[in-house]
């Protein structure tokens, strides 16, 4: 095993402890964490909340900020966080306005932002709640019931927390937030295995010259196996999928999403097939993201989500935005 690490029983605390010297105008509970904006509570604004498992940063802690997320739970790697952190999270960022909590659908995710959000209640804090479910690979998974959630949570953290930033009220952030999952789908590809520090070795057997395609962001199973493929075969079939699933008749955006290990030099050249197909579809790109962003530690590959947007989502999409690892506008 190579990795940059101390030991695999810190390598949370220890990561926790480098971001929070990196990026002062956070404040880090390295102990119980915990990360959130340093001037929460902001008066008058709804708290958008999430978090999961460690190993696909900068998901979710790189996204807390103005414009954004209030708070984000880190959990051990690959694992959910537990109720006691979303609560703690939620009464640091509560302003009175009600906190939004946005969960990837992940059995041990929901369950443990469930009993959150009852406990954070028996504390007066208004609650909502909105799953991320955008992926069109397969139905059920080793880690969820139903399609998991991946890329659009960065868009439903995005948008929503845009909307929360204007003071729009809590029913209205949670009922944006829905309709930016409802209209995005995503899609992965693996061309390795991730390597957990735990484990020590790949987690899962990815033979030399084939891919997975439709795996998940914990390196579950695919829709199916095949021998490599081009970029842009694999443009094709990712985003006929993605098309077919979510038959669009307005501009989408567009995110072309690294799962760890592949260089941007590869991202920026698979962006250009996948742009490639959306013309030939007809489909109007109104904003488009290239990067890592909803990683899976080491893993080679790359996801695409397409999220169909209108005049308000998009103006939301595009409004300012502070975090560590999304900022524009300011």
């Given amino acids: 095993m190579r990795m940059l690490i101390n030991v695999p029983e810190t390598v949370v605390p220890d990561a926790l402890r480098g971001f929070a010297a990196a990026h002062p105008e956070l404040t880090v509970d390295v102990e119980n964490r915990v990360i959130v904006r340093r001037d929460a509570p902001v008066a008058g604004q709804v708290a958008l909340v999430s978090g999961g498992g460690s190993g696909h940063e900068p998901l979710h802690g790189g996204f807390v900020g103005p414009g954004m997320l209030a708070a984000a739970c880190p959990g051990e790697v690959f694992t959910s966080p537990v109720p006691d952190q979303m609560v703690r999270a939620a009464a640091a960022v509560d302003s009175g306005e009600?906190?939004?909590?946005?969960?990837?659908?992940?059995?041990?995710?929901v369950l443990n932002f469930d009993m959150a959000a009852e406990l954070a209640e028996d504390e007066g804090v208004r609650l909502a709640k909105v799953l991320i479910d955008d992926d069109i690979a397969v139905t059920d998974s080793l880690y969820t019931a139903g399609r998991r959630g991946t890329g659009a949570t960065l868009f439903a953290e995005k948008i929503a927390g845009a909307a929360a930033e204007e003071g729009a009220p809590l029913e209205r952030v949670e009922s944006i937030a829905r309709r930016v999952n409802d209209n995005a789908r995503s899609f992965g590809v693996a061309l390795s295995a991730c390597t957990t520090p735990a484990k020590g070795s790949p987690t899962f057997d990815l033979p030399p010259?084939?891919?997975?395609?439709?795996?998940?962001?914990?390196?579950?199973?695919?829709?199916?196996r095949r021998a490599m493929m081009t970029s842009r075969e694999i443009a094709d079939f990712t985003v006929h999928a993605l098309l077919d699933d979510l038959p669009t008749s307005g501009?989408?955006?567009?995110?072309?999403?690294?799962?760890?290990?592949?260089?941007?030099?590869?991202?920026?050249?698979?962006?250009?097939?996948?742009?490639?197909?959306?013309?030939?579809?007809?489909?109007?790109?109104?904003?488009t993201l290239v990067g890592n962003y909803v990683t899976s530690l080491d893993m080679a590959g790359c996801s695409v989500t397409i999220c169909q947007i209108d005049e308000e989502l998009l103006r939301l999409w595009d409004a300012p935005v502070q975090t560590p690892a999304l900022r524009w506008g300011r």
Wanted: hydrophobic residues 45%; charged residues 20%; glycine residues 16%.
């Fill in 251 to 287: 501009p989408v955006i567009v995110l072309v999403n690294g799962m760890g290990a592949t260089p941007l030099l590869e991202l920026y050249g698979f962006n250009a097939e996948v742009q490639r197909v959306l013309a030939e579809r007809r489909v109007a790109v109104a904003r």
């Fill in 209 to 224: 010259g084939e891919l997975e395609l439709g795996i998940g962001i914990h390196g579950e199973p695919g829709r199916e």
């Fill in 98 to 109: 009600g906190v939004l909590f946005v969960v990837k659908n992940y059995t041990g995710d």
